[in-house]
């Protein structure tokens, strides 16, 4: 069945300091990926999305490339800010409406 | 537009109460998910519809846990009786489906009811 995996958190950065959190999924057919971020208190909000191969989404300083060939879609900002903590889910969809959610990476940046 | 929109935002119950969670799709969207969300299990898909109608309801836990949609401004979450474990945050979501595509639609997410059971 489909499915998405994401590194394990948490994930604690210095304000200015590079951001990855890699996200790796396996579906049948040619899905959609999508990046969410959840602030504390809320609902988790779209952050960035790709529809096909080599696609980038980018947001508020986020990229990320959908990478068919290493089945990756992996989430980059260059300088992270304090207010960028939060936690981040990879998912995908895949023919249907049905969205997989990878298990969520807690992100702390430090002033 | 509002959003989704869910209430209570907090409940506290005791073991054995009946607990209604409500939602509110955002106008025009077709699609309603209900998630739960704890630290131990992360968040997890127990039901969704399309056009009212239950498609997917293999999330929800056991026979405790029931949902419906009357109409397509409004679905309710049951629990009866709850227990314990069932403290979590609870989360609806909508989309819209009618723009077409193959799945890469947004999926908006209310501000979630946080459940205490006692």
């Known amino acids: 069945g489909n499915s998405v995996t994401q590194m394990e958190g948490p994930v604690t950065l210095s304000e200015e300091a590079f951001l990855t959190i890699n996200c790796t999924y396996t579906?049948?057919?040619?899905?959609?990926l999508f990046w969410y971020v959840q602030y504390p208190g809320e609902g988790l909000q779209l952050l960035l999305k790709?529809?096909?191969?080599?696609d980038k989404g980018s947001n508020k300083g986020f990229e990320a490339t959908y990478r068919k060939e290493t089945t990756s879609f992996h989430l980059e900002k260059g300088s992270v800010q304090v207010s960028d903590s939060a936690v981040y889910f990879c998912?995908?969809?895949?023919?249907?409406?049905?969205?997989?959610f990878g298990t969520g990476t807690r992100l702390k940046v430090l002033a | 537009d509002a959003g989704v929109i869910q209430s209570p935002r907090h409940e506290v119950t005791e073991m054995g109460q009946e607990v209604t969670l409500r939602c509110k799709p955002i106008?025009?969207?077709?699609?309603l998910f209900w998630y739960r969300q704890t630290m131990m299990r992360g968040l997890e898909l127990l039901i969704y519809f399309n056009n009212n109608v239950p498609i997917d309801d293999s999330g929800m836990p056991e026979d405790r846990f029931s949902a419906k949609m009357p109409n397509a401004s409004f679905s309710t979450l049951k629990i009866q009786p709850s227990e314990p474990r069932d403290s979590a945050v609870y989360f609806c979501?909508?989309?819209?489906?009618?723009?077409?595509?193959?799945?890469?639609?947004?999926?908006?997410f209310g501000p979630g009811t946080r459940l205490t059971v006692l």
């Open positions: 790709a529809t096909k191969a080599d």
């Open positions: 998912a995908l969809t895949s023919g249907t409406y049905k969205y997989i």
């Open positions: 979501a909508s989309i819209s489906g009618r723009q077409g595509g193959t799945g890469g639609n947004e999926q908006f």
């Open positions: 106008s025009g969207h077709d699609y």
């Open positions: 579906a049948t057919g040619y899905p959609s």
